[in-house]
């Protein structure tokens, strides 16, 4: 059973840093697409970041501009966990953010695209 779990959320400050994890199991996902979705109060679920895989311990990231130049999206094979680096945090990203995998290797922007889905995780962004 393929289970993605979310770590790393929490209360911070505008301003600050964030470091969030998602730890797959049931599968390997080091070749395919995986992606960082949030989703506001009241709003719908969006997209914040996708990468695919190039090569071995290469992977490329595309994200939103909404978080243009405020995050960093890695991946740790080994451990099976992606990462989602949000610094200079607002009040707008404020939100729960979910992990996505894909069983395809491309860059992925929808959520259709995504087979597997974490539970989530809260982060909240004071001013």
């Known amino acids: 059973q393929v289970q993605l779990v979310e770590s790393g959320g929490g209360l911070a400050q505008a301003g600050g840093s964030l470091r969030l994890a998602c730890v797959a199991s049931?599968?390997?996902?080091?070749?395919?697409?995986m992606g960082w979705f949030r989703q506001a109060p009241g709003k719908e679920r969006e997209f914040v970041g996708t990468?695919?895989?190039?090569?071995?311990?290469?992977?490329?990231?595309k994200w939103a501009d909404s978080v243009e130049g405020r995050v960093t999206i890695s991946r740790d094979d080994a451990k099976r966990t992606l990462y989602l680096q949000i610094d200079n945090l607002k009040p707008e990203d404020t939100g729960v953010y979910y992990c996505?995998?894909?069983?395809?290797?491309?860059?992925?922007?929808?959520?259709?695209?995504?087979?597997?889905w974490g539970q989530g995780t809260q982060v909240t962004v004071s001013s």
């Open positions: 996505a995998a894909s069983s395809g290797n491309d860059y992925y922007f929808n959520l259709s695209d995504y087979n597997y």
């Open positions: 049931g599968r390997s996902f080091s070749r395919s697409t």
């Open positions: 990468t695919k895989w190039i090569a071995v311990n290469l992977y490329y990231s």
